[in-house]
């Protein structure tokens, strides 16, 4: 064979469209992959600092000396363990200079019945600390008790030593203007029993404009603003300027109203304090168990913790309080710690507008002879059909799991992360294969801008639903569907087969935003809600559907 015989320039042309082929889907899945990261990095805690912090600075390693005696052994309340912690605890204040008081009093749960006593004797540790001209007083809670089954570090231990270590930062540092009420509340654990008696009985409770109670629900992960009172338009905003590191997401919040879970701010909030509820909330396994150890606690959730409250307590400390209501605000993550939020009333007036869009996008898509209403029909077919088959086959799957496995084991799979995310992994694969697959057999028969238009109006058509129904989670409907619409505009005008990378690049929004709450969601729900997320996998990929495209020939494909 003749070694200067030229390349044929077919086989040069082959090649150099299958190198074209092979670098843009490697760039597609990269620019997936890396918005999928950008969401994932609004979930993270800051660094822990030392003991060699300033004064004037929360360290985590202060606080985690505190806790390592308040969490030393579980310490229930009615035990000699817990008189121990509140002897610590009010000895720790005094040495500071401060006057504590115990609130006294025999209190029965609003979740009691006659099956089940939730009754106590309960002894609240109230502290106030004159500010240098008040309006009305901020008050920081947390509770002292635990559980019987474990010492409750995280739970709410941390949220105390938290409390220890903000106040004494406090004190070497400018004074405040507002007064500042400590509430270490007793009888969480046995139903609130601690914050309905402040509530109900305590003078000061009149003297407050602004409540910050911190929970825990596990031991580890960042910690979130997940709960406000109504009228949060101004404390939102106020939030949004103080804390250093927030993470907050009104779409939780609305959640978090249906679900029937309660803290102390529950009956903070019914006895008409505003106020804000924080809590990290990963390591379940730790939850009321006797691995919820001071040694087992993630340092960075504590020091999160300690941010919050330290910077919140120097924010609000010196603002006027007297009257902290505004209209409900809608607000969420973007890129790592920065966080956007407007007023929620705008949510209809947002979707009105996406609705305007999107009939003028269908205008320029029959315009331009790219969009027919047949094939619009069928296409929305594609999206539908996707979403109910992952959610029927992923909820089926997962209902064998229990019943091939001991409850020990299976309660490894949900609160155990370096378990469950095998079978994260294999649920996302198998949710993959559906909806790669569906995708790529019937875009055969039905042309793909009629499909991405079609998955669009589905869009929409959910964005409706929260503006009315869940506005504060509006957003995580309304974004993704404006930019993606964008995409499908800008597709009308370039050549045919040459576009699909739109698809991927204007999904990226709407990729970081749900990424975060998908994540929360598996980390606190479990994966016992298997079907429900996986079926929120499948109605993101719809924004890339594109990309899986069998064909686009206008002229073979109606």
């Not at 505190?66 to 005094?94: C, F, M, N, Q, W």
């Not at 509770?143 to 409750?152: A, L, N």
């Not at 300027?241 to 102390?264: C, E, F, G, R, W």
């Not at 001991?406 to 198998?430: E, F, N, P, Q």
């Amino acid at each position: 064979m003749n070694s200067n015989q030229p390349i044929s320039p077919v086989i040069s042309q082959q090649t150099h469209i299958r190198w074209v082929t092979w670098f843009r889907r490697a760039s597609i899945f990269v620019l997936i992959a890396a918005s999928v990261l950008v969401g994932m990095l609004q979930i993270q805690a800051p660094q822990p600092v030392g003991n060699d912090a300033p004064a004037d600075q929360f360290s985590a390693e202060r606080a985690l000396e505190k806790l390592k005696v308040i969490a030393k052994d579980a310490h229930p309340i009615g035990s000699a363990r817990h008189t121990e912690v509140r002897d610590y605890l009010i000895a720790e204040l005094r040495q500071l200079g401060y006057q504590p008081e115990i609130q006294k009093a025999k209190v029965i749960s609003d979740f009691a019945k006659e099956s089940l006593d939730l009754s106590g004797n309960i002894e609240n540790i109230v502290t106030r600390i004159p500010g240098t001209d008040s309006s009305k007083a901020l008050m920081i809670a947390a509770h002292y008790d635990s559980v019987p089954e474990g010492p409750g570090a995280g739970d709410d231990g941390a949220g105390i030593a938290a409390m220890l270590e903000t106040v004494r930062a406090i004190q070497a540092g400018q004074p405040l203007k507002n007064d500042l009420i400590l509430l270490m509340t007793d009888g969480e654990e046995m139903g609130l029993l601690g914050a309905k008696a402040f509530i109900q009985e305590h003078p000061w409770v009149q003297d407050i404009g602004l409540v910050l109670n911190f929970e825990a629900r596990g031991n580890k992960g960042p910690a979130f603003m997940f709960e406000t009172s109504e009228q949060n338009g101004w404390i939102i905003q106020e939030f949004m300027k103080a804390a250093p590191q927030p993470i907050a997401y009104s779409l939780i919040y609305n959640v978090y109203k249906l679900m029937p879970n309660d803290t102390d701010l529950t009956k903070f909030k019914q006895g008409g304090l505003p106020g804000m509820n924080f809590a990290f909330g990963m390591g379940l396994d730790a939850y009321h168990s006797p691995t919820d150890t001071p040694e087992n606690l993630d340092r960075s959730s504590l020091q999160h913790h300690g941010e919050y409250m330290l910077n919140l307590s120097r924010h609000f400390g010196q603002l006027d309080l007297s009257e902290v209501r505004q209209e409900d605000r809608i607000y969420f993550n973007v890129f790592g710690w920065h966080m956007v939020s407007y007023p929620q009333s705008w949510a209809i007036g947002l979707i009105a507008l996406g609705v305007l869009l999107f009939v003028l996008t269908l205008w320029h898509g029959f315009r331009q002879h790219r969009l027919t209403l047949s094939g619009m029909v069928g296409g929305i077919l594609i999206p539908i059909g996707s979403l109910g088959l992952v959610y029927g086959v992923i909820t089926l799957l997962w209902r064998f799991i229990p019943s091939n496995l001991s409850r020990d084991r299976y309660m490894d799979i949900l609160t155990k992360s370096h378990i469950s995310v095998y079978y994260l992994i294999g649920l996302l694969a198998v949710t993959a294969l559906i909806t790669i697959g569906l995708y790529r057999w019937l875009s055969r028969y039905v042309r793909t801008e009629n499909v991405w238009a079609s998955i669009l109006f589905l869009w929409l058509l959910f964005g409706v639903a929260t503006a009315f129904m869940l506005p504060g989670g509006s957003y995580l409907m309304f974004w993704p569907f404006v930019f993606s619409l964008i995409g499908l505009n800008i597709s009308f005008r370039c050549r045919e087969g040459r576009w699909t990378w739109l698809a991927a690049l204007f999904a990226v929004p709407g990729m970081v935003l749900i990424t975060p709450i998908f994540y929360l969601v598996y980390m606190m729900m479990t994966l016992n809600m298997a079907g429900a997320l996986m079926t929120v996998v499948a109605l993101a990929s719809t924004l890339i559907y594109p990309v899986f495209s069998k064909r686009l020939s206008v002229r073979r494909h109606s």
